[in-house]
């Protein structure tokens, strides 16, 4: 449910809530999935993947599973042959990376459940599933390494014995002067904030079909990234580039979890050279769960300095990052983009963020929607509720303190970061509009008469998106081993239709939607004449793919920059046909026409004809209608809102209920106002997800307990409320479109809120602080230890402190409790 | 998610399906709704050589009321079940079943059969103080409600044996409260309390009959809260005195959702309420 939808824009699709062109397939069942295809000569296979966390592989004994009849192969890590690993892409300049070797079969160790060890090969899906069990491998188990802290202690059991040590690496940022800026507070809070391990857990499990034909390999995969996966691909095999097309068909979801190379890629494309047949590869959704790659799990410890009057000094977070067991395309970097902004949207003259990333024998963490970014505003959002009960100050007010002002943008943060436009009063005043904070409070306090528990949480956040610009990103910036532009190719056909080619791949972002209402209205034509292709290597120009909230702050700009070679042609060709100047052609209903004569003009069709059937076009211009355009934008763009979150908590048994949740985004301006509802819903739900439901947990023997959905309790429809949702347009001044990136928005900002509004809930019942995921029996637990009564879980007081900062020097761990005492 | 492979029989008749049991021998299953046993196939936890499936089988579905009682068959689906009001707690509580598509596709029968302490009409058939016809090679036998449940998983059909038709008392005069505390609305019962009670006429508790789901590996009643409130004032103080009851005699497993001491404060959280509402 949207509050307000601004009124249609006159005579431009931009602006409209069109209805997505992509819907009519995919919800009448006509998508067409990577699952869906069929190929003569088609072969299945099944992975046969580790039951041990950790264990040295014996033996495999594949002859019993070779006997079954209708099995065509099956290959251990012997038999691949391959020219290189899975690769990792992140080399910071200055800091050593632990990378082991990851083989898309293990050699001789495995280091997780589910593992992949083998691979069997057949006529059909049945018969390789029942050979993998025949697949004899016997292990031999080694200690098993979990918790992350403790993985880090002198002694622990090592994950990777060659590097001696469980750590992967460190990495820091900061900006300002840290020391001072803890100097001048007069009040230090500190508090440990864990943010889970979680799952993508997309609709449609990966899948990949490999077709090796006359040393040209065809590879379709469920993917966000066809083109890194070609790129890779060629490494991997040794085999040159061109030789291998992948086509990412309709992808059902991603979250990130399809932002990878996986082991199955290059194994289906060995499966398919081995028996010289296509070959299909189906994750199960309990593979989803053990092998697709996770996100989130750190654990930090955030100190806040802050001045009496609530100014904000410093901000200090040190995270301990659990990676897992293998160094994935991105893994060690995911922690880092939470770095740089951690800040958040507050003017703070100090910033410092230490990541550790540990090993673990886990699956690897990567990018899971938002990225780095949801962990590090939970930190600053839930720090700045708790410092704002410590200094007794509303929690509003202390925000609104701290924001850096409309008038400061672009504003550069202690880090050097710049963002480019913001206007924080006015998402928060906004919000207010919707969210009568004074009318609650009063509503609260009589609600709490009753034994009702409300709360309200809020989460003011900005984040940074649109991830390029390459000189930022790259190998001497940031450490991403490539660039991050994007590329289109706009072609107007005859007949005036046009087809736009994006190196973006989308998997429900809207993109052929959203793209065809802006080059329709650069051409004046309707979007249904606009035909959006991505997702294949060989038909359009080299791309980067959809990740990052980047489709159309990159994507559609690199588009509108070839959309607008193509309509500086138009106007040289109307200009001529009409004879008149270039610079005086301009596009007035639907006709590129001469300013101040719109009667004197063409259509789109009318010059595309001239283009075509080139008898009279201007002197040494090349006939045709397509330009392509690479762009790599000179900054991020930064998203920003207001959210607030109100809960009803049950007391008595811990259950959390949200009442109500409004949400405030600014995306800059708004191509398609439903589409950015739908990825705010889908952020919020996903965030509502961690909050309050879903959690990857092993057990002490590393074994996965939450692999099924059952366990795993990712929420329905049924579980979420509706959400109310808004909009303030700020424009980028990154961007020529003044578009910022929203798919992860929701994500990134709701979860402290959700926190926060328990917090608040609680309160009267001596509980301050939560750490997610806020299940009931922890909500109940933390009720009964704050009561005086039992509980199971440890004392809250340990997740930090508040101290006086002078009395204590300014550092160390705090008390025991969290101190509501005196300021110094 | 591919389940070992079985044969599959859809026999249209009571005694082809006998015959098809005694064929299939120990590794023979029954297939009602599906909802339980298939997902179990999916992953592998299950694996019976043959399914037989009672859906063409005349005669095992629908739902009559005779007398005071309610005659279910056994392939009568949860849906049907949560719309004959007439069925009070039994209705309510399979309106909270799942999903829709696993309402329209379990039945209460499999549900039973099947004996999985989490799910929602166990307890209910237990307090309802209902009963069974199970058939078997030697013709039918009733079963009372208490003596159904043997263990986790286990019931008392045999194997060779249908369980055919549930029969359910109408509790006319009996309010009635259901809880059930799950995390997500799809999810089985962490802990649910179905309570009936029936006042009399000054107003105090004539009757009361409290089943608890998934507290141990059968379904439970609450016998201790049912004796200490029986006889006594419907009032909050009695009420909450004697649900303060609901965990005794119980064994809830733990899981990493809950630990047994929660589930036995939810247990009495969840009877008070359902003992207010019953006695409202």
């Keep these: 449910m949207s509050i307000a939808e601004p009124p249609p824009v006159q005579n431009g699709h931009v602006g409209r809530s069109m209805k997505r062109k992509e819907d009519p397939r995919l919800i009448t069942g006509r998508g067409a999935y990577t699952d869906d295809l069929v190929l003569p000569g088609l072969l299945h296979a099944a992975i046969v993947r580790s039951p041990e966390a950790h264990a040295k592989i014996v033996s495999i004994d594949t002859e019993a599973a070779k006997a079954i009849p209708g099995v065509q192969a099956v290959l251990t890590a012997a038999d691949l042959g391959l020219a290189a690993g899975l690769p990792m892409a992140w080399v910071p300049p200055g800091v050593t990376v632990n990378t082991p070797e990851h083989y898309p079969l293990a050699k001789d160790t495995v280091k997780h459940v589910g593992d992949a060890v083998a691979v069997v090969v057949g006529d059909d899906r049945y018969a390789v599933v029942d050979a993998a069990e025949h697949v004899l491998v016997e292990y031999e188990p080694l200690p098993v390494v979990i918790d992350p802290e403790k993985a880090l202690e002198e002694g622990s059991a090592l994950v990777h014995e060659e590097f001696g040590t469980n750590k992967v690496h460190e990495w820091s940022l900061g900006g300002g002067d840290l020391e001072a800026g803890f100097a001048e507070a007069d009040l230090i809070v500190e508090r440990r904030v864990e943010n889970h391990r979680i799952s993508g857990a997309p609709i449609e499990p990966r899948a990949v079909v490999a077709d090796y034909k006359s040393g040209n390999l065809q590879i379709w995969s469920s993917t966000q990234v066809p083109h890194f996966l070609r790129l890779f691909l060629a490494i991997m095999l040794g085999q040159s580039e061109e030789k291998i097309r992948v086509i990412a068909p309709d992808v059902g979801g991603g979250f990130g979890a399809k932002l990878q190379i996986y082991a199955e890629e290059p194994l289906m494309a060995v499966c398919s050279k081995v028996t010289g047949r296509p070959v299909k590869w189906v994750e199960t959704r309990s593979e989803h769960m053990q092998v697709s790659h996770h996100g989130r799990d750190q654990v930090a410890t955030v100190r806040l300095g802050v001045k009496r009057d609530g100014s904000i000094t410093a901000i200090h977070s040190k995270i301990i990052a659990d990676l897992g067991a293998y160094m994935f395309l991105l893994t060690p970097s995911i922690p880092s983009l939470g770095a740089f902004v951690m800040s958040g949207c507050y003017k703070i003259p100090a910033v410092q963020t230490d990541i550790t990333g540990v090993f673990t024998n886990k699956c690897a963490t990567d990018a899971i929607r938002g990225a780095g970014r949801p962990e590090a505003t939970h930190m600053i959002e839930t720090i700045m509720d708790q410092a704002a009960d410590e200094l007794g100050m509303d929690r509003l007010e202390l925000r609104r303190k701290n924001f850096i002002p409309k008038e400061d943008f672009p504003a550069t943060t202690a880090l050097g970061i710049v963002y480019d436009s913001g206007d924080y009063h006015g998402s928060l005043d906004k919000l207010l509009e919707h969210f009568d904070y004074e009318a609650f409070k009063r509503e609260q306090a009589e609600a709490l008469e009753k034994g009702k528990h409300l709360g309200v949480g809020f989460s003011t956040y900005t984040e940074i998106c649109g991830l390029a610009p390459s000189r930022v990103t790259g190998p001497s910036g940031f450490g991403l081993q490539t660039g991050l532009w994007e590329s289109s190719m706009v072609r107007v056909h005859i007949t005036g239709a046009v087809t736009i080619y994006t190196g973006a791949s989308p998997h429900g972002q809207g993109v052929e939607s959203s793209f065809a209402q802006i080059a329709a209205d650069r051409f004046g034509i309707e979007p249904e004449q606009v035909e959006v292709i991505h997702g294949d290597t060989q038909t359009g120009p080299q791309g980067l793919g959809t990740y990052g909230s980047r489709s159309l702050s990159v994507g559609g700009e690199a588009m509108v920059r070839a959309v607008d070679k193509v309509t500086s042609k138009i106007k040289k060709i109307v200009a001529h046909q009409l004879e008149a100047a270039p610079e005086d052609i301009e596009l007035q209903d639907g006709r590129f026409a001469v300013k101040g004569s719109p009667d004197k003009g063409m259509t789109l069709a009318e010059a595309s004809g001239e283009a075509y059937i080139p008898e009279n076009l201007p002197e040494g211009m090349e006939p045709g209608l397509e330009e392509s355009a690479f762009y790599d934008p000179a900054n991020f763009v930064f998203p920003f809102g207001a959210h607030a979150c109100i809960v009803e908590v049950d007391a008595e048994t811990g259950k959390v209920d949200i009442v109500r949740y409004v949400a405030v985004d600014d995306c800059g301006p708004a191509i398609n106002p439903m589409i950015i509802d739908g990825q705010v819903h889908g952020g919020i739900a996903q965030a509502i997800g961690q909050a309050l439901y879903e959690r990857i947990h092993y057990d002490e023997q590393g074994q996965l307990v939450t692999g099924t959905f059952v366990d795993y309790a990712l929420p329905s429809a049924a579980d979420v409320p509706s959400f109310e949702t808004d909009r303030t347009e700020t424009p980028s001044t990154t961007t020529s479109m003044g578009v910022k990136g929203v798919g992860e928005a929701g994500t990134i900002a709701a979860s402290p809120a959700i926190l926060n509004a328990v917090v608040d809930a609680l309160r009267p019942l001596g509980v301050t602080y939560l750490q997610m995921p806020l299940s009931p029996m922890r909500v109940w637990e933390e009720i009964q230890k704050a009561q005086g009564g039992g509980g199971a879980s440890d004392d809250p007081g340990k997740q930090g402190g508040t101290y006086d900062a002078h009395g204590q020097g300014g550092g160390g761990s705090g008390p025991a409790r969290p101190n509501q005492g005196e300021l110094a | ?280």
């Excluded at chain 2, 339980?36 to 063409?56: C, E, F, N, Q, Y």
């Excluded at chain 2, 007439?86 to 309510?92: E, F, M, Y």
């Excluded at chain 2, 030697?138 to 986790?152: K, T």
């Excluded at chain 2, 201790?224 to 103080?237: I, M, S, W």
Aim: charged share 25%.
């Design chain 2, 1 to 280: 998610m591919i389940p070992i492979e079985f044969d599959y029989k859809a026999p249209t008749t009571l005694e082809e399906a006998f015959e098809a049991l005694r064929e299939g021998g120990e590794d023979a299953k029954i297939l009602a709704g599906g909802h339980s046993l298939v997902p179990l196939m999916k992953l592998r936890l299950a694996a019976p050589t043959v399914l037989i499936d009672l859906r063409k089988v005349a005669g095992l579905d629908g739902i009559q009321r005779e007398n005071g009682t309610f005659r279910i068959g056994a392939m009568t689906k949860h849906y049907a079940v949560s719309q004959e009001t007439g069925l009070g707690l039994a209705a309510l509580a399979s309106s909270t079943i799942a999903d829709p598509q696993v309402r329209y596709r379990g039945t209460l029968g499999g549900s039973l059969a099947h004996g999985d302490p989490a799910s929602d009409m166990l307890a209910i058939f237990l307090a309802m103080e209902g009963s069974v016809s199970i058939m078997g090679a030697n013709g039918v036998r009733e079963v009372a409600a208490s003596d159904f449940f043997e263990d986790y998983l286990t019931t008392a059909v045999a194997e060779g044996e249908i369980l055919t038709e549930i029969r359910l008392p109408a509790m006319d005069g009996y309010g009635f409260g259901y809880e059930k505390f799950n995390r997500r609305q799809e999810d089985w019962a962490m802990v649910a309390v179905g309570s009936l009670v029936k006042k009399a006429a000054d107003g105090s508790c004539e009757d009361v009959r409290v089943g608890l789901t998934h507290m141990a590996g059968t379904p439970l009643r609450a016998t201790a809260v049912e004796e200490a409130l029986r006889g006594k004032p419907l009032d909050a103080a009695s009420i909450a005195a004697a649900a303060e009851l609901a965990a005794e005699g119980t064994n809830p497993p733990a899981d990493l959702n809950a630990s047994a001491e929660y589930k036995k404060h939810l247990a009495r959280v969840l009877c008070r309420r359902t003992l207010e509402q019953a006695a409202a």
